[in-house]
């Protein structure tokens, strides 16, 4: 008998985990995430796997979403003030999963309450690569990008609904971390033709960033993917996907050059780039930080990077704020 109450007990665990870890991610009370895309989303993955919920490893822990294949956006109204600013923000996890707390919902805390509303991307992955090829033993990126297109599909729907959220059009801005950091780049050099087929008036709007903020960017720089001792490290170049233009937004970029998941390279890349086309750009190394620290940095230097973020918003013009008022965390 015991050994059957055992067994069962034990069954039930393995059955409540199997079931946490099918379940959708959720935003917190009083948050509603809505689809995107209101029919088919386009070029869907052919039988996805089901998304779900997992937690995250490493150093600190962080719930994130895994297999997404029907995207969504989730709003978050700026507290206290509103500086009629709106930032969408593209959680990392190198387009296999989506950090959604650590890069999601965490940056959506430190902006509202600077008065700026936050739309969090829950955007598809895997599926927009980058993939693994093994016959030539690097990434590759497939010609349809589709986390472009629900990045594109976003920002078009943030204009669509400004009057509604009190946004002023020609002040939204993205924010994205890691490998959402190279969507940021995706977006801010791929809005003068659409991805998608159009679906409705929204995609009659304009998609192009008013600014962009990349932290710790990834999938930006040339060489990578190439063997440490072969490849040239002085050749700043950027992947053949990003092609930066003259009005590329204005960028904000930071990193940490003890970085070892995606090297100090991919920030210094973009920022050559943008200073070649002549695209305002300011760019912050530090030498301490590793990589996916988000809003949770300790007391190293680096962790003063969201009062740099504010600071350079004022400068650009999407604030109001006096300089004197932004404090850090």
């Given at each position: 008998?015991?050994k059957s109450i ?15 870890q099918a379940e ?131 920002l078009r729907l ?172």
């Open positions: 008998m015991r055992h067994f069962s007990f034990v069954v039930a665990l393995l059955l409540a985990h199997s079931l946490a959708v991610w959720q935003p917190s009370s009083g948050h509603v995430q809505v689809p995107i895309w209101p029919g088919a989303v386009p070029d869907a993955i052919p039988h996805p796997k089901p998304e779900s919920a997992g937690p995250g490893a490493g150093r600190a822990w962080w719930p994130r979403a895994n297999d997404v294949s029907r995207p969504t956006m989730t709003v978050y109204a700026p507290r206290d003030h509103n500086t009629g600013a709106a930032v969408v923000v593209f959680p990392g996890g190198g387009y296999k999963f989506l950090a959604m707390d650590l890069e999601g919902t965490e940056i959506c805390d430190w902006l509202t309450s600077r008065g700026i509303t936050c739309v969090l991307l829950k955007y598809r992955v895997p599926g927009s690569g980058p993939w693994w090829d093994d016959a030539h033993n690097r990434r590759v990126y497939p010609k349809v990008q589709t986390a472009l297109q629900d990045a594109q599909r976003t943030v204009r669509q609904h400004a009057a509604q959220w009190h946004v002023d059009p020609h002040k939204v801005g993205v924010i994205g971390f890691s490998a959402g950091g190279h969507l940021v780049a995706a977006v801010s050099t791929h809005f003068a033709q659409r991805t998608y087929p159009p679906v409705d008036a929204a995609d009659k709007l304009s998609c192009r960033p008013d600014f962009a903020i990349a932290i710790y960017p990834g999938h930006l720089w040339a060489h990578e993917d190439e063997d440490h001792a072969t490849r040239d490290e002085t050749d700043l170049s950027l992947r053949p996907d990003i092609r930066v233009r003259a009005d590329t937004p204005p960028t904000f970029l930071l990193q940490a050059e003890d970085d070892h998941v995606d090297g100090v390279e991919q920030s210094l890349a973009y920022y050559v780039a943008l200073q070649k086309a002549g695209v305002p750009a300011e760019m912050h190394l530090y030498a301490q930080g590793g990589h996916a620290f988000g809003m949770r940095p300790g007391k190293l230097p680096i962790a003063q990077w969201p009062r740099l973020v504010e600071t350079w918003l004022g400068t650009i013009g999407m604030v109001k704020a006096p300089p004197h008022t932004l404090t850090t965390r």
